[in-house]
């Protein structure tokens, strides 16, 4: 959804600057030593934009007949111009989208390597001051997570560090004050319950709750704020995971099988593109009152994924797909959209079904009444 809408928008702001171009072949020519009518270049500016969407909209016959063959030919080469820019968009959007799914993973790493960093600081700051009471070295967590190869490997394979002075900062400022830490500090021989209890509150309160910690992230990695829930179960299980310093620890995956669901998202992604224009005119026909220009954009973009989904994956259940994409309306689109959403696929889904556009078997069969 994310992916599509930012290929919309940049195609939207591509169309207007398309456009500007065309109308800016009317502008006076400065270099020019004649007398130039600026008033006529001004009207064939205006005009040149409203031909370039009539184009656009309905076609070069409902182009008026006593339009500038000039005025036409430059409206026609720019919307050709920008038409063949939305295609060269596609690929680089989709790429960022796999990349964006990937880079999950690489800060899963990252964030089970921070817990070893701070650890390595507080060491350093321990031995600073001659102090050898240190339950952050002796704790089996921090023991099992930097004997784990396999860690080691993505840590290295991904070339994931964390800056000292962050580190340091983090410590002094932040961590150091916690009632948490200091509790663990103080403790006496602790056992691996107590260490588990603490790595776990590291990450719960000091990581994915701390203000200063988040605004950290967020400036880091734009997409933070919607990774930050999945990133956080898939820390805490492997925290979870190990029950003393022999344990290996579980190595999280973002699905169970990955490789197969990025294939139904790169799916998914083109077939609400190459379909646009066909679903557009479905979601036109059943909104009632509406012109689909003044439907939120969101909308039209989980419209045309459900659609997507109903019509091309037959082991999804149409009452999965729908229940789906009103959980999306609620959470990332207008306070209406739950109903709008809700409505048109419930209508969608029946006149597609009548046509044979929907053909299930399978999974997703079940429900499908």
């Given at each position: 959804m994310q992916a599509l809408f930012a290929y919309q928008t940049n195609k939207v702001a591509e169309y207007n600057i398309h456009k500007k171009k065309a109308q800016d072949q009317f502008l006076p020519d400065l270099d020019s030593m004649e007398e130039q009518d600026k008033e006529a270049l001004a009207l064939d500016r205006d005009t040149t934009a409203k031909v370039f969407d009539i184009i656009h909209d309905k076609g070069i016959e409902a182009v008026p007949e006593d339009t500038k063959e000039e005025i036409i030919k430059e409206a026609k080469f720019f919307l050709s111009k920008w038409e063949d820019k939305a295609q060269e968009m596609i690929l680089p959007v989709k790429k960022k989208m796999v990349n964006d799914l990937q880079s999950i993973y690489?800060?899963?790493?990252?964030?089970?390597?921070?817990?070893?960093?701070?650890?390595?600081?507080?060491?350093?700051?321990?031995?600073?001051?001659?102090?050898?009471?240190?339950?952050?070295?002796?704790?089996?967590?921090?023991?099992?997570?930097?004997?784990?190869?396999?860690?080691?490997?993505?840590?290295?394979?991904?070339?994931?560090?964390?800056?000292?002075?962050?580190?340091?900062?983090?410590?002094?400022?932040?961590?150091?004050?916690?009632?948490?830490?200091?509790?663990?500090?103080?403790?006496?021989?602790?056992?691996?319950?107590?260490?588990?209890?603490?790595?776990?509150?590291?990450?719960?309160?000091?990581?994915?709750?701390?203000?200063?910690?988040?605004?950290?992230?967020?400036?880091?990695?734009?997409?933070?704020?919607?990774?930050?829930?999945?990133?956080?179960?898939?820390?805490?299980?492997?925290?979870?995971?190990?029950?003393?310093?022999?344990?290996?620890?579980?190595?999280?995956?973002?699905?169970?099988?990955?490789?197969?669901?990025?294939?139904?998202?790169?799916?998914?992604?083109?077939?609400?593109?190459?379909?646009?224009?066909?679903?557009?005119?479905?979601?036109?026909?059943?909104?009632?009152?509406?012109?689909?220009?003044?439907?939120?954009?969101?909308?039209?973009?989980?419209?045309?994924?459900?659609?997507?989904e109903m019509t091309h994956f037959p082991s999804i259940p149409v009452k999965v797909t729908i229940n789906e994409y009103i959980e999306l309306s609620k959470q990332y689109s207008t306070p209406k959209s739950k109903q709008f959403v809700n409505g048109l696929l419930d209508v969608l889904s029946v006149d597609l079904q009548k046509e044979g556009a929907i053909k299930k078997s399978g999974r997703g069969l079940l429900d499908n009444k």
């Open positions: 690489d800060e899963y790493i990252k964030l089970l390597v921070l817990i070893i960093s701070v650890e390595n600081e507080i060491g350093r700051q321990k031995r600073k001051r001659n102090i050898t009471h240190n339950n952050f070295a002796k704790s089996g967590i921090i023991k099992a997570l930097k004997n784990f190869e396999e860690l080691e490997v993505e840590r290295v394979k991904k070339n994931i560090s964390w800056d000292d002075t962050l580190i340091n900062t983090w410590y002094k400022e932040i961590l150091k004050n916690e009632e948490f830490f200091q509790e663990y500090d103080d403790l006496n021989n602790p056992k691996i319950e107590d260490d588990i209890e603490f790595a776990l509150t590291f990450y719960k309160q000091f990581i994915f709750k701390n203000e200063d910690i988040n605004n950290y992230f967020e400036s880091d990695d734009l997409n933070w704020a919607e990774d930050k829930t999945i990133l956080r179960s898939m820390v805490l299980k492997t925290i979870k995971s190990i029950e003393n310093e022999n344990s290996t620890p579980l190595l999280m995956e973002l699905s169970k099988n990955w490789e197969e669901d990025l294939e139904f998202l790169k799916e998914l992604f083109d077939l609400a593109l190459e379909h646009e224009d066909e679903y557009l005119d479905r979601i036109q026909s059943k909104s009632k009152n509406w012109e689909i220009e003044r439907v939120a954009i969101t909308d039209r973009i989980l419209l045309e994924m459900a659609i997507a």
